[in-house]
């Protein structure tokens, strides 16, 4: 298990009043992510990243970039500025209460899918600023899109702080209700899975009507891709991209 070590450039930037530090608890999937993103982004020095399962390789590549990291919960977080919790939401009533005390001056953001506020309050004993966060799957390449809600008490300068870190991954949208999250879930959490649902199922039916596998699958993917880059490109709404090439009596309109 991965030690403690706070590097001579995080100590450095400490001194030099470069900002408290960003712990990150859950280094996985999303909460790596966000840690490569911040590390991008110039924030290496200040980030502590806390997880039992971290991997020596990732160990190695998170401290050449400045960052503190460690196995043990909770053991040394100081006074963060932000404690972003990155943990499985069935882990989170047994991880959580730990950072109780570094949670009291700091924002926290909670990236757990279904975790309600209410909840996290509870186990982090009501901190002031608390942001339920959404991201999805593209973040892992800078590209994804997360979905914010920050309770009464989060301070502008913390939303603007959550909007940096959060922004390392990709883009951001605030939400005006917690009740939002639910079908934030459903179309951008998900929504990915969808989009390879459909790449699966256009390669499918290209075998089915005679294409070679391998070719099948290299237009599904390549199809996708392009549409994408379109759609993110185009000043234009997906509705009428849809209808560009849809002409009328024609074989998309019949598919």
Known sequence: MPGKRLTPKA?????????????????????GAIARG?????????LTLIDPA?????VRA?????????????AAVGNPEALILAVKPQMMSTVAPAYAKA????????IAAGTQIET????????????????????SIGKGITAAYATPGTTPAQRKLTERLLKATGDLVWLDGEELMNAVTAVSGSGPAYV???????AAAGERVGLPPDIAKTLARKTIEGAGALLAGSPLEAEELRRSVTSPGGTTEAA
Do not use: Y
């Not at 971290?54 to 990732?58: E, L, V």
């Not at 998170?62 to 909770?74: P, Y």
């Open 103 to 110: 949670a009291s001056d700091a924002v926290v953001i909670s």
């Open 11 to 31: 100590k450095s930037a400490e001194k030099s009043g470069a900002g408290r530090p960003i712990v990150i608890v859950g280094v996985g999937h999303m909460g």
């Open 120 to 139: 996290l309050a509870r186990h982090l004993q009501s901190p002031k600023a608390i942001v339920r966060a959404m991201p999805n799957l593209p973040a």
């Open 38 to 46: 911040l590390i991008a982004a110039g924030l290496g020095p200040r």
């Open 54 to 58: 971290i991997k020596a390789a990732d």
């Open 196 to 202: 390879f649902l459909l790449a699966e199922a256009l």
């Open 62 to 74: 998170f401290r050449k970039a400045g960052a503190a990291t460690s196995g043990d919960a909770a």
